[in-house]
């Protein structure tokens, strides 16, 4: 590897061990194995480098998640099954990734005193939203450019961030894939008037019923 992809590789390996805000330029540099100078050459700044170390972590586990769905579809799975399996992987994800989801706290906190980094994660929010729209949708994400469309990934991703946090502060209470398809559907009728999707009977005994967490 070149010094760039080292130091994406050491980027990423500092954010796991230790978080976005308790990493520093020589910590990269060190696990990169090559001089600091170098990040600022390659990218920038520390948090450049980091937000695409990050990204690229994502478009990895983007891929994962991707084939979980395409797993299903070719097991015949309806819409609503489908959806479910990219739920049960990202669920998943929030226990094995751990280390990535808290690094995207991490940054939005920091992203207040930094107007760069803001600037940064704006950018990172917007590929977001396309690429679930994109993938929920089934189409080429340079084809969503549409305000329904782009509604939708905004709201896909906004759903993602709210169960990321229940599922890292009180997995036991947090929704697993059939309760949040339950929620949508109930949600989606008391919007429209309808009857009915809320009251969907589950076999889990509902949110006062205690789950263990993953792992």
């Known amino acids: 590897m070149g010094n760039r992809e080292d130091l994406l590789a050491g980027a990423l390996e500092c954010l796991k061990t230790k978080g976005w805000t308790r990493t520093t330029v ?5 696990a990169a194995g090559v001089n600091h100078a170098a990040i600022g050459y390659h990218f920038g700044s520390r ?3 980091l937000i695409e170390a990050f990204t690229q972590a994502i478009e990895a586990w983007g891929a994962e998640t991707e084939g979980a769905v395409r797993a299903a579809i070719a097991a015949g799975a309806g819409p609503r099954e489908q959806y479910e399996a990219f739920w049960r992987q990202v669920i998943a994800s929030y226990d094995a990734n751990r280390w990535l989801w ?22 990172s929010l917007g590929q977001g939203r396309t690429g ?5 949708l089934g189409i080429p994400e340079d084809t969503v450019v549409g305000r329904a469309e782009l509604g939708l990934g905004s709201v896909q991703l906004a ?12 997995p036991g209470r947090a929704p697993d894939e059939r309760m949040i398809a339950d929620g949508i559907l109930g949600l989606a009728a008391h919007i429209t008037g309808g009857a009915g999707a809320a009251s969907a009977e589950r076999e889990d ?3 006062d019923e205690v789950r263990p967490g993953l792992g």
């Open 26 to 30: 020589r910590d990269i540099a060190a």
């Open 47 to 49: 948090e450049a480098l």
């Open 102 to 123: 808290l690094a995207t706290i991490e940054a939005a906190v920091q992203a207040e005193h930094s107007p760069k980094l803001r600037e940064l994660m704006a950018a």
């Open 132 to 136: 679930l729209a994109a993938g929920l």
């Open 159 to 170: 759903l993602m961030s709210g169960v990321l946090v229940q599922w890292l502060i009180d």
């Open 205 to 207: 005994g509902g949110l």
